[in-house]
Each structure stands twice: as C-alpha cells, then as structure tokens.
C-alpha cells in the first residue's frame, strides 16, 4: 500500500490515468525516481515509456522500441516473420490498408468464421468473431469504434478464427544483458466475450513435450527482441495435434501473474524492480532450475450479471469480507482494493478482485476455490460470484478438458433455470429482515405486532422480484414470540406469481420459521441517500439453524432491494421488493419504459434506431458503453421508436433512453 497519494484530475481515463505528462508531473513532485506502468493504461504504450525515460525517470517494462515492435500485434506479426519464423503464425491479414472494403475482401479470403482484433491493444477490447459476409461490414466498424475508444487507434487485424482451441500463454523474463527465462505457462481458456475469467497453471492441456517446445518459442521471441521485464507471450492451441500458434506478446505484468508466483515461489513484481535496477538475472540465479510447485487458480470476481450477458453493474458494496479474513484457509490470496462502502462506478473495469488459490493438486485446488467463494461475502452489487462457484463445481472443467467454448458448450449446467426451491431461504430471510426493520420503525404501540388484527383475516404477502426477473410472492403468518425469549415464530409459504390469485390465501404454510431477535441498525440518511439497515440474521428454517447476511438497499419511497447473502449456496440474491399499491396503469407504464432506461451512467456511443422507426422485437435501438464495455440496447416487442438522446451524450442512471410504443390498428 502506497503511503502517499496524488490526485491525477477525473475519473474518466482521459483525462487522469491516460494523461501521461501529469504522472511524469506527480513523479518529479513527490520525488519518485521510477514508474511502474501497472496492467493497462499507458503499460504497453511506447510514447509514454519514452517521455519518461527522456524526464529522467525509470521506465519499469521494456524498452520503448520493444513494445513498438512486439506491442502492436500487426508489427509483431512483421517481426517474428523476419526475424523468427520457426514461431507458428495464424493465417490472416495485418497489412496498412484498413479501409472496409480492403478488410472485408481479405476476411473473405481467409474463409469464414474469423476474428476481428484491434492491433493496439488486448482484453477483448475490438475484438468480433465474424461468422457470415452479411455481418462483417457491421462488426469492422463496430470493432474500429471500439478500438479507437479504448486504445486510441483504430487499426484492426483479421485471423482465422479457431472454433475449438485453448488459451496458453507463457511467462518470460529478460534483463538488460540479453538473458531471458521462462515462468512456465498459464491457461486462460475460460473466458467470456474473449475476456479471461479463469486462469490456471499448470495447464492441463500442456505435457512436457508440449510445454519445451512453447516456452523455447517464447524465450526465442524474447531473445530476438532482446527484451527486458517481464512479458507474456500468449499462444492459441489446438490440443488435438498439438499444435499452437502466436496470438501476441503483452509487453506488461498480466492480471492473472499471482498464479505463476504460488508455484514458482518468485514475486514478480520485485524481479521487476530488480530489472529495471539493472540486476543480472544470470548472476541472481533464481530462474535457473525453478522447482515449480502444485496447482495454482485464479477467478477475476467481477461487477456484471452473467445472467444477463455479463452485463456491467454498479453499486456501493454493502457489506465486502473475504473468505480469508480469518486467515484459516491455507493457500488462499485475495488481490483487491475494496472495502464496506466502496462504490463500483463505470469509469474503470469492472473487476471487485481476484481470487487466487494454491493446492498441491489441480483436484484440491478447484474445491478451495469453490469453499473460498462460498465463504466470500459480497453484498449490495451484483456480481459473478454464483457464476464462478457453477464453473468450479462443473464436471467439465474439474476434468481439465475443456476450450475457450466452454462457457458456451456448458451453458445450461452454468446457468440452471431459477426454481422456488433454490430461492426459498433467502425469500425467508429477506421476510424477517423485512418483519424487523419494520417493528422497530413502530413509533406508537410498540408492543403490538405489525399488522396485527383482532380478527384473523388474510395471511400477510410481500411479493419480491428474483434478482431483477422472476417474481415471487412470500405468504406469512407471525405466531408470536416464544417464551418471550426474543425468539419469533413465523409459518410462510413462497410461490410464484402465477400461482397466486387476488385476495386469496394459500391454504398452509408449511415453512416453519424461527427468528433470532438481533440488532440490524437503523435507516439513517447519508451522503449518497439513505443508507438502509444491515447485518447478520440468524434463524432456523424447518429445523435447520442458518446464518444470512443481509443489507438493503432504499432507493426512493417503495423503491428498495433486500441483498441476502446465503451461506449454504455461497452466493447473493437479490430482492426488489415490489410495490403493493402501484396500479395496474402505472404497472404498465412501467413495463414499457423500464427495458429502456440506464440501469447505470453511461455513454450513447450510436442511435441504430431513429425517432419514428418502426421495429420488430429484439432488433437493436442503440448502443451504449459502460465501464468500458459496449451493451446494445435490443427492443422488447414491435413498435415505433422515439428515441430521447443524442450520439456521445453522457446518461445517468435512471434515464429514459427510448420507448418502443405499439402501433394501434
């Protein structure tokens, strides 16, 4: 942890992280004699490396004219065909002419399917699989816009795109007298929209034979480049014949580095520190005969919903603990920078931490990793968290024999049709959490039940929305207190909303629940609004004593989602509470405008539908991006558009964007 901090300007990128001359300015103010570039943001970017080496201050990463040579992937593909062409290169085109018809004749030439990628930059960033000539047209501007935006070039390349292929790269290592190493390999073949979601090593795709001959091919590369610091050069392999293929070499530390440190033993980062201090990495002589040990996993927990297509999602995090805060997991690492309180925004990536654990075994390794998810609290923003658990209880991936469809081939096994069943408890929970916060609201008689009656009448209801999709109704009675011992008995029944009819009563309850009176807080307003009540709830459901962690979140009047955290499954549900008395009017008001209002701030990048468009269901209305994603906004039925904002306008949340109105015959 740094012990000074400097404030660099905005949040967005351009104008604090992107401005190279205001960190070459913070340098020289705070006295720093170095600077090290990190994963992304100026890492990979040569201009940047050479002002800082010309104000006199160390560069930690390669020299400027490597990263030019290696750093863009059409002038690495030109360097390994000059300079080392025993390298296995994939077919494709990386030539200076990017207009559209030039790329799409080359794209055509190469045979469909094939893959778009921006020459500047990596992280699934202008990346697009192409699989028809209708679509190419569309997806070379979409991928040249994205491109610009996140790199500041727009510059593509087209590979042959492989349908079944692994993710492998290798660690390497160079020095300034012309050594360099290799760290093994990592497998980063988990992924989704070609961004890294699980990464492991040893791979277990790779035998000895195999792993010789690509870390040779990487500490060639290197000694070609006469590289120095540490690089990743990443490979494509087709594990049926054993062959790989260059996809390029990332001339920075890689997100996934901690992995190869649990079985290497080595600190990156410090071997960095020593490179750029001008150490011999020969004469250290600790890359020599590194005894490499066990199994190492990471997860990259995330702010998206995979629900709805990893979709990027923000929030304040309610409630943030590790699984290794009580520091009794062995072989369990969390890199991170967040706390209670932390706001996700959409200015940066939407990466919470990276969950790392190291076992003797690749077998051992995937259970610590899914008790160490379980056992992680996140509360308040929704995540991937339940998504990582499923990939790590997947038969497929716990036998290793998997590609980068996997995501795709396993879909319905990592995402299971909800069911009451799986809910129930957190419903529970989020009923008594509800009952509390209420009872002890009460101002005037106290000591008389909510909703009491001196005629029994109706059970109780509170319909919840699941996670933003299904709603579900919860039907209670309260039995009282027992033995007046702060125990309150409830019977309940969850159902669904098809199930339930107007003013009409389940006819039993056959949920028995017990709740532990326990201190919640109080609802108190805050900076960023009213900050809602939070704890942990303890309570027994149908004889099964079970501890929840639970917070809500107030939005408006009748406007709150209750987060409940479930021990058991080892995930968040979110609960929207619905409310009661909203019309039927205003019911479908709300359904006509909700598909198309910011679930989050965020930037019209393109208006595909004018005003006045007339459109069937699903066809795209606009695009927008957000935490440096691009989503596209898909109508929900046929209609006509009215479209209420304006390309490179900047929206914050809870914008209507556009309506979609049905025609009237």
């Known amino acids: 942890m740094a012990d000074e901090a400097y404030h660099i300007g905005a949040s967005i990128a351009s104008q604090s992280y992107l401005d190279g001359d205001k960190l070459i300015a913070v340098c020289k103010r705070s006295g720093a004699d170095a600077i090290h570039p990190g994963y992304g943001f100026l890492s990979e970017n040569a201009d940047f490396a050479d002002k800082v080496i010309a104000s006199g201050i160390n560069f930690i990463g390669p020299q400027p004219d490597s990263i030019r040579t290696i750093g863009d992937k059409i002038a690495a593909k030109v360097f390994i065909t000059e300079n080392a062409n025993t390298i296995p290169l994939i077919p494709g085109y990386n030539g200076q002419d990017q207009s559209v018809a030039r790329l799409e004749e080359e794209a055509k030439r190469i045979e469909f399917p094939v893959l778009l990628k921006a020459s500047a930059g990596g992280g699934g960033k202008g990346m697009r699989a192409v699989y028809e000539t209708g679509k190419l047209k569309e997806e070379i501007e979409a991928a040249q816009g994205e491109a610009l935006r996140a ?38 073949s988990v992924q989704r929209r070609h961004q890294k979601v699980v990464e492991e090593t040893p791979s277990p795709a790779v035998d000895d034979n195999l792993r010789r001959q690509m870390t040779a091919a990487a500490v060639e590369l290197g000694r070609k480049l006469r590289y120095e610091g540490a690089g990743t050069a990443e490979f494509i392999l087709d594990e049926k014949n054993k062959k790989f293929y260059f996809l390029e070499l990332n001339t920075r530390l890689q997100v996934e580095h901690p992995i190869t440190e649990c079985i290497s033993g080595l600190d990156l980062v410090e071997l960095q520190l020593l490179v750029a201090q001008g150490v011999n990495l020969k004469e250290l002589g600790v890359l020599d005969n590194i005894q490499f040990k066990g199994h190492a996993i990471e997860v990259r927990l995330c702010a998206e919903d995979p629900d709805n297509d990893f979709g990027p999602r923000t929030g304040v995090i309610q409630k943030w603990s590790p699984a290794n805060a009580a520091q009794d997991i062995p072989g369990v690492r969390f890199d991170t920078g967040v706390e ?65 469809n996997f995501i795709g081939l396993e879909k319905e096994r990592l995402f299971p049709t909800p069911s009451i069943s799986t809910v129930k408890n957190s419903m529970v929970a989020a009923l008594l959490f509800d009952w509390s ?126 987060f409940v955290h479930d021990f058991t499954q080892g995930h968040q549900v979110e609960l929207v509470k619905v409310d009661r008395h909203l019309s039927k009017a ?80």
């Not at 390497?172 to 497998?187: M, S």
Request: hydrophobic share 35%.
């Open 151 to 188: 790199f500041g070039s727009d510059q593509l390349l087209i590979e042959k795109y492989f349908e079944s292929i692994r993710h492998v790269e290798i660690q390497i290592f160079g020095d300034k007298y012309g050594n360099v190493y290799h760290i093994n390999e990592r497998d980063c």
């Open 340 to 404: 209670d309180g932390s706001e996700i925004s959409i200015y940066y990536d939407s990466m919470v931490a990276k969950v790392i654990v190291h076992a003797p075994t690749r077998e051992e390794a995937v259970r610590r990793m899914a008790s160490v998810l379980a056992r992680t609290v996140i509360v308040g923003v929704t995540t991937n968290q339940k998504f990582l658990i499923s990939i790590m209880n997947n038969p497929r991936f716990q036998s290793g024999t998997f590609d980068t």
């Open 437 to 562: 916060i209420r009872r002890e609201q009460q101002v005037h008689l106290r000591n008389v039940q909510t909703g009491w009656r001196n005629m029994k009448w109706r059970n109780k209801q509170i319909n919840f929305l699941v996670n933003h999709d299904k709603e579900l109704q919860i039907q209670y009675d309260y039995q009282g207190e027992a033995a007046n011992d702060k125990r309150h008995l409830f019977k309940a029944e969850v159902l669904a909303k098809e199930e339930t009819q107007a003013a009409t009563d389940v006819k039993e309850l056959t949920i028995n629940a017990v709740l532990f009176e326990t201190d919640l807080g109080k609802q108190v307003a805050g900076p960023r609004g009213i900050q809602g009540c939070k704890g942990l709830l303890r309570t027994t459901i149908d004889g099964v004593q079970q501890i929840f962690y639970v917070a809500e979140v107030v939005r408006d009047v009748n406007d709150k989602s209750i």
């Open 586 to 665: 205003a019911q479908s008001e709300d359904d006509r405008v909700t598909p198309y209002t910011s679930s989050m701030p965020c930037r019209i990048l393109k208006v595909l539908a004018p005003t006045g468009t007339h459109v069937k269901k699903n066809t795209p209305l606009l695009s927008i991006e957000s935490m440096k994603t691009e989503v596209k906004i898909l109508s929900r039925h046929d209609g006509v558009v009215t479209m209420r904002v304006e390309e490179n306008q900047l929206i914050d949340a809870r914008v209507l964007l556009c309506s979609v109105d049905e025609v009237k015959k």
